[in-house]
């Protein structure tokens, strides 16, 4: 009865900061969205924690989406009441449009074919599969999803 990781079969692994992936909520793919241009998925997300539009814009113009993210725990008590049941639609819809502006960015997922994606954090048990594999992956399957999403657009022109 010992337990088994996720990744019995292939998947492809990314992290959300990891800035150099086109795949990373960090990556500094810019798009627009919700009245604003966003420097990355990150500070996107990390921004609309927040229905204060003075600290929505601080986040927004954050130097690195690691500064973003520092701005979003450094006001976690501001954070919308909402947040939890919003933050998945939040980053879905942040990685959609980027695909939809990035045609790199489309390119990667849409080269994944239909493998499983994991994001690989060892710490997030969340976004990530978590350190012995039984994290909820949420990002990996919102990836999925947009892929499926962009699949299905594809077929449809």
């Not at 990355?40 to 539009?53: A, S």
């Not at 048990?125 to 594809?154: P, S, T």
Request: hydrophobic share 35%.
């Amino acid at each position: 009865m010992f337990f088994k990781p996720r990744d019995l079969k292939p998947a492809v692994r990314v992290s959300r900061v990891d800035e150099t992936d086109p795949l990373s909520a960090s990556s500094p793919h810019a798009f627009h969205l919700d009245d604003a241009d966003w420097p990355t998925t990150e500070h996107y997300y990390q921004g609309m924690k927040f229905l204060d539009p003075g600290l929505r814009e601080q986040v927004r113009v954050a130097a690195g989406p690691e500064e973003a993210r520092k701005l979003g725990k450094q006001h976690r008590r501001q954070v919308r009441d909402d947040w939890k049941k919003v933050r998945v639609t939040v980053m879905t819809r942040g990685v959609y449009i980027k695909c939809r502006t990035h045609a790199e960015v489309t390119g990667k997922l849409l080269a994944t074919g239909g493998d499983d994606i994991v994001e690989s954090s060892s710490y997030d048990y969340f976004w990530g599969i978590g350190r012995d594999g039984r994290g909820d992956n949420e990002y990996g399957k919102l990836l999925m999803a947009v892929r499926a999403r962009l699949n299905a657009e594809a077929a449809e022109a």
